[in-house]
């Protein structure tokens, strides 16, 4: 009975979620069917201490289906992997309910953290194709991390982070301003340096409007003088001409 239900609630979620499906038993050809179905019993046999076991059933689902999923990871219910290929989900790996993940993402480590290593995810997240999450944070709920970014740093909830490194672009779906930029605490060198170029452009504007000005003076200033002497030339003239 409980195994009926549990194929019933994934034809449910890879029906809600993945627009290209027809009818229901193209869900048993899913490779995220397979992938999360085999996750669950490997994650018993972990649980039970089978690390052997485990560690065998899922390697043989990373050849079957190319979804990487570690038995040791906790994964919640109604998780989606669309098209599948290439997903890695590290051992210490959180993933709350109703997350949707894609292909090519990886859930892992920077390889500088011990015990908790990998990312928690939180519920109703979606992690687009190729997105690297790397290290021991959270992805706050309702968050959304875009194709082909990497996130180095804990996320809020209700945010859609993009880039690499990865940056909030949008918080409780308002758009953040470029100049107030969350970088949720990333070093940004690029941006910093096209701000600093931006600075220095606007100072040498500047520096070349005041030449350019000072310039216009003198030039009115050469001309009066020329017109002097003109006059001048004028009166001598004018006195050799009075003097004859
Ligand atoms: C991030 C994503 C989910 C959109 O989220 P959203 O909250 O609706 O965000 P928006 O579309 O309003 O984009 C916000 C900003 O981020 C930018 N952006 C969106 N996705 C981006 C990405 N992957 N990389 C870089 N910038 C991105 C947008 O251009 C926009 O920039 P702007 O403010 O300068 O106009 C979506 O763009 C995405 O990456 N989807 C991929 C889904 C996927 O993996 N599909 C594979 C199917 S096989």
Redesign the pocket.
């Known amino acids: 009975m409980g195994f009926i239900k549990y194929i019933k609630d994934e034809m449910r979620i890879i029906k809600e979620r993945d627009p290209a499906i027809r009818n229901s038993f193209e869900v048993f050809l899913y490779p995220s069917f397979k992938a999360i179905l085999r996750y669950r019993i490997a994650n018993k046999l972990y649980r039970k201490k089978h690390y052997f076991f485990a560690r065998w059933l899922s390697q043989r689902t990373v050849r079957k289906t190319g979804i990487e999923i570690h038995p040791g990871a906790t994964i919640g219910k109604g998780l989606f992997i669309?098209?599948g290929n290439g997903v890695v989900i590290g051992e210490t790996t959180i993933i709350g309910d109703n997350v949707t993940l894609?292909?090519g993402v990886t859930l892992g480590g920077t390889g500088k953290e011990k015990g908790k290593r990998h990312p928690t995810i939180g519920n109703n997240v979606?992690i687009?194709?190729g997105a690297k999450v790397l290290g021991s944070f959270t992805i706050g709920e309702n968050s959304?991390i875009?194709?082909?970014?990497v996130v180095l740093s804990e996320v809020p909830a209700n945010s859609?982070v993009?880039?690499v490194p990865g940056r909030i672009?949008?918080r409780d779906n308002v758009?953040i301003p470029r100049e107030d930029m969350d970088q949720i605490h990333l070093p940004d060198p690029y941006l910093a340096d096209v701000t600093s170029l931006k600075k220095e452009n606007e100072y040498l504007k500047n520096e070349i409007k005041k030449v350019c000005s000072r310039f216009e003076e003198i030039k009115s200033t050469c001309d009066k003088l020329d017109e002097l002497d003109r006059l001048l030339a004028e009166l001598k003239r004018q006195e050799k001409n009075q003097v004859s």
């Open positions: 669309d098209h894609y292909q979606m687009s194709a959304k875009g194709a082909g970014s859609t993009v880039g672009v949008k758009k």
